[in-house]
């Protein structure tokens, strides 16, 4: 009896979100190689964790019950030790950033949807992590930026052209927000540039990006 051929892996499509594309437009040169064969790798396997996952909810709910920082100060306490550190470090600037939406009486949370948009021929998950609605109407979609260094030009632009673009999906008439958690610092679109050049630039980088990925190893 013959022994059935032995199936080769398949090559997972190119895909990002858009946490993974905007890192990907930062890099240059062969970092931006060895950042695209990790991604496909970790697709491919199915891993991946989100450490900040606790922060995240932490800040929601003192939003959401309006409680000054209550949850965001008690975090650090409750998540595994090996976290710890890495809490201590982004809880004072999100603290700092909770103040600064002003009186919590006219904020609250709002509901977004993910979207998947076509940056070229490259899809990629546009994935706020709340939205905000104020008292006077308007709304926020927001982006959490947690790395040690701050986001770059290139990496507020690009997120926050491509939150804008698909903003009908996420949050109706929202504002896309881009925070820098360690710092407590919100980024808000600015008028730096033409969007049709933005959108020539991130088509390029899509294009480099799933040629990469079709041939990491």
């Known amino acids: 009896m013959t022994a059935p051929a032995a199936t080769a892996p398949t090559t997972p499509p190119p895909y990002a979100t858009l946490l993974g594309f905007t890192r990907y437009v930062d890099r240059t040169g062969p970092a931006k190689a060895t950042f695209v064969g990790g991604l496909r790798k970790q697709r491919a396997s199915g891993s991946g964790f989100n450490p900040h996952g606790q922060l995240v909810k932490a800040l929601k709910a003192d939003i959401a019950f309006r409680t000054g920082g209550r949850h965001l100060a008690q975090i650090a306490d409750q998540v595994k030790p090996r976290w710890r550190p890495l809490y201590e470090a982004l809880v004072p600037g999100a603290v700092a950033y ?120």
């Open 98 to 217: 909770l103040h600064s939406l002003g009186d919590p009486d006219r904020v609250d949370l709002a509901q977004t949807r993910d979207a998947i948009g076509m940056v070229g021929d490259l899809p990629v998950k546009i994935n706020p992590q709340f939205g905000l609605r104020y008292a006077d109407g308007t709304a926020e979609a927001v982006r959490l930026h947690f790395d040690e260094a701050p986001p770059s030009d290139e990496a507020v632009l690009a997120t926050l052209h491509l939150m804008n673009r698909y903003a009908d999906q996420v949050l109706p008439h929202a504002t896309p927000i881009l925070v820098d958690v360690r710092r407590g610092v919100a980024h808000r679109t600015t008028p730096t540039g033409r969007p049709d050049q933005v959108e020539r630039w991130l088509a390029g980088e899509a294009a480099s990006f799933r040629a990469i990925w079709s041939t990491a190893a």
